[in-house]
C-alpha cells in the first residue's frame, strides 16, 4: 500500500514515514513524498505550511502525482504554531482542542481541490508542532508529555540530557537527521505508537485514521 506524504518539510515526512510504516506494517504500506520532494535526502522545493495549503489547492497537480504514483491515501500534515496565518486563530485556555482540530482540519478541506477523492485524504493536524507527538517518543515525564507549546525546545532538552554527542533538532538544518532518527528508533512497536498518541489529540486522531484503514481492509479481505 502506497502512501503519499504532503508535508512541511523533509523532517515532518520522516516522523510520519516512521508512524505510518510501523502502524500499517501488516499492509505493507510505505510512504513517499510527494510535498516537498526530496532528492538525496535533502529538501528540493518549497515547504512550511503556505506550500501545503498551495499544493493541495493548486490545479490537478497533486491528483496527477498520486495517480502516476499509485498512491491508495494521501496524507497532509501541518503544524499549528501559526493557524492564525492560515485563517484558524486560537485562543489559549478558552479553545478545547478537540474543536481546534476539527476547525484546522476543516480549514485544509476547504482548500484541496475539488477533483479530489476526500475519502483517500489523511489528516496529520499537529498540535503546535509535529515535534509535540515527539516528547513521548523521548520522554515519560507526564507534564512534558502533554506539551503543545515551545515543543522543540523540550525535546531538544532531553536530547542534550541523554546523548551529549547527538545535535539538537532544527527543522531548517540537515544535521538534524541524526536527531530525528535517536528518536524514532525509540518507539518501534505499534502500541509504543498508541501510548506515544495519548498526549496530543491531533496524534490520536491521525492514529484513529490509519486504525480505520485497518479495520476497512480487514473487512474488505473478509468478503
Not at 500500500?1 to 520522516?14: H, N, P
Request: aromatic share 8%; charged share 25%.
Amino acid at each position: 500500500m502506497k502512501i503519499g506524504v504532503v508535508s512541511e518539510g523533509i523532517s515532518d515526512y520522516g516522523v510520519i514515514k516512521h508512524i505510518v510504516e510501523i502502524y500499517l506494517k501488516e499492509l505493507d504500506a510505505y510512504t513517499i513524498p510527494l510535498k516537498p520532494k526530496q532528492k538525496n535526502n535533502i529538501q528540493v522545493g518549497f515547504g512550511t505550511w503556505q506550500g501545503v495549503l498551495e499544493y493541495v489547492a493548486g490545479n490537478d497537480l497533486m491528483i496527477k502525482e498520486a495517480v502516476a504514483e499509485d498512491c491508495v491515501h494521501i496524507i497532509i500534515q501541518i503544524d499549528t504554531d501559526v493557524s492564525p496565518e492560515y485563517g484558524v486563530p486560537f485562543n489559549e485556555g478558552k479553545d478545547m482542542l478537540d474543536s481546534f482540530y476539527e476547525n484546522v482540519k476543516g480549514l485544509i478541506e476547504s482548500r484541496i481541490h475539488t477533483d479530489i477523492d476526500r475519502e483517500i485524504i489523511i489528516y496529520a493536524v499537529c498540535i503546535h508542532t509535529l515535534e509535540c507527538w515527539l516528547i513521548p517518543f523521548i520522554t515519560d515525564n507526564n507534564g512534558k508529555c502533554l506539551k503543545i507549546n515551545n515543543c522543540i525546545r523540550t525535546v531538544n532538552n532531553e536530547i542534550s540530557s541523554q546523548h551529549k554527542n547527538i545535535n539538537v533538532l532544527d527543522k531548517n538544518s540537515t544535521n538534524s537527521k541524526n536527531a530525528y532518527q535517536f528518536i524514532l528508533k525509540k518507539k518501534k512497536k505499534v502500541d509504543d505508537i498508541k501510548k506515544c498518541a495519548e498526549y496530543n489529540i491531533g496524534f490520536q486522531k491521525f492514529l484513529e485514521q490509519l486504525e480505520n484503514i485497518k479495520l476497512n481492509n480487514e473487512e474488505e479481505i473478509s468478503e
